[in-house]
């Protein structure tokens, strides 16, 4: 019986630990947190547009690209990641409506999924601006889309 329990536990615990790997990259919501932590690491960022609770090919996107291993390691080396939710049903405080809003039309993004690759540059009065280094839609591969962004970041 002792056994038993504690191959019980032993496999308990692999799960957990195998369910706390799967969700170790950090999505930023808050613009300003993420320049902060770009300045700071010296990343490029990755600003992720999205319909979260609506968008099919946003769904698609993750699931072929964002949740695969390969991107994973990839994004925890080059970029800082930025979720821009518009989402139908989620509620969302109306500052970071606001925030998001203001980036869509900045980036003039007109569908989801839309990523833009950005730098934070400090401007000569002291502001930040988010210089654009390219955008990327929709995969179906996560090496080609990995592939494609670190071109779009090598070029810059």
């Not at 994973?72 to 998001?100: C, G, I, M, S, Y």
């Not at 569908?111 to 730098?119: K, L, S």
Request: aromatic share 12%; hydrophobic share 40%; charged share 20%.
């Amino acid at each position: 019986m002792q056994f038993i329990s504690r191959v019980f536990v032993s496999m308990l615990v692999l799960a957990q630990l195998s369910f706390a790997q799967k969700a170790t990259l950090t999505w930023h919501t808050d613009i300003n947190e993420a320049v902060a932590y770009a300045q700071k690491s010296r990343l490029p960022m990755m600003l992720f547009f999205t319909g979260s609770d609506w968008c099919g090919w946003c769904h698609k996107l993750q699931a072929a690209v964002f949740n695969t291993p390969e991107f994973e390691k990839w994004a925890k080396e080059n970029v800082v990641l930025v979720e821009l939710d518009f989402p139908r049903a989620k509620e969302q405080t109306e500052a970071l409506k606001q925030q998001n809003r203001s980036l869509q039309q900045q980036f003039g993004v007109r569908g989801y999924p839309t990523c833009w690759f950005v730098t934070p540059v400090k401007t000569s009065n002291g502001n930040i601006d988010l210089k654009p280094l390219g955008s990327k839609g929709y995969g179906p591969d996560s090496k080609i889309w990995i592939t494609e962004a670190q071109t779009l970041l090598n070029a810059n």
